[in-house]
T-cell receptor, first 113, second 114 residues
Framework: SQKIEQNSEALNIQEGKTATLTCNYTNYSPAYLQWYRQDPGRGPVFLLLIRENEKEKRKERLKVTFDTTLKQSLFHITASQPADSATYLCALDPGGGGNKLTFGTGTQLKVEL | DAGVIQSPRHEVTEMGQEVTLRCKPISGHNSLFWYRQTMMRGLELLIYFNNNVPIDDSGMPEDRFSAKMPNASFSTLKIQPSEPRDSAVYFC????????????FGPGTRLLVL
């Protein structure tokens, strides 16, 4: 069966460092992969989308990589700030006509001063 | 833009009662999704609609759950009868069909079934 794994344990890092979050999947061939941010008591908010034929995508301090051979995506936040503290979810999109996403369970990131 | 609107924001009910959750998608969006989020299972897709038509309801856990979308600006998710294990946060999301549009989530309804 399809499985998406994100680090279940919270990630604590120091302000200014680079945070790296991992999304691994099995029995799945996504055409696209999305990353969302979720703050407590709120719905997820879209951050970045990467296509299967793209190796890397950047947006300001965010960088996403997508390795379809390893079946893995890495999400990086450079120069992290306390305001980056949140839960980050990866979502897999099989492509095709619909927009159905399958979400990972998320990784909680805490950036400390 | 008002974003996706959900009501109520919080619901506390007793086991066996009927619960109705409501969603108004973003104007112009023609794809609507209902999700359930729990600590144990994360964010799960329950059902989604394209152009008001249910496309995939394979995530609906039981017959106690039903969803409707009578028009492009309104959808309901009903649980009847409710059970304590239905306690979760229920999110509605919308997007435009076609392309790889991102999904826009509402604030969620926090449901507690006693």
């Amino acid at each position: 069966s399809q499985k998406i794994e994100q680090n279940s344990e919270a990630l604590n890092i120091q302000e200014g460092k680079t945070a790296t979050l991992t999304c691994n999947y099995t029995n799945y061939s996504p055409a696209y992969l999305q990353w969302y941010r979720q703050d407590p008591g709120r719905g997820p908010v879209f951050l970045l989308l990467i296509r299967e034929n793209e190796k890397e995508k950047r947006k300001e301090r965010l960088k996403v990589t997508f390795d379809t051979t390893l079946k893995q995506s890495l999400f990086h936040i450079t120069a992290s700030q306390p305001a980056d503290s949140a839960t980050y979810l990866c979502a897999l999109d099989p492509g095709g006509g619909g927009n159905k996403l399958t979400f990972g369970t998320g990784t909680q990131l805490k950036v400390e001063l | 833009d008002a974003g996706v609107i959900q009501s109520p924001r919080h619901e506390v009910t007793e086991m066996g009662q009927e619960v109705t959750l409501r969603c108004k998608p973003i104007s112009g969006h023609n794809s609507l999704f209902w999700y359930r989020q729990t600590m144990m299972r994360g964010l799960e897709l329950l059902i989604y609609f394209n152009n008001n038509v249910p496309i995939d309801d394979s995530g609906m856990p039981e017959d106690r759950f039903s969803a409707k979308m009578p028009n492009a600006s309104f959808s309901t998710l009903k649980i009847q009868p409710s059970e304590p294990r239905d306690s979760a946060v229920y999110f509605c999301a919308s997007t435009r069909l076609g392309g790889r549009e991102t999904q826009y989530f509402g604030p969620g309804t926090r449901l507690l079934v006693l």
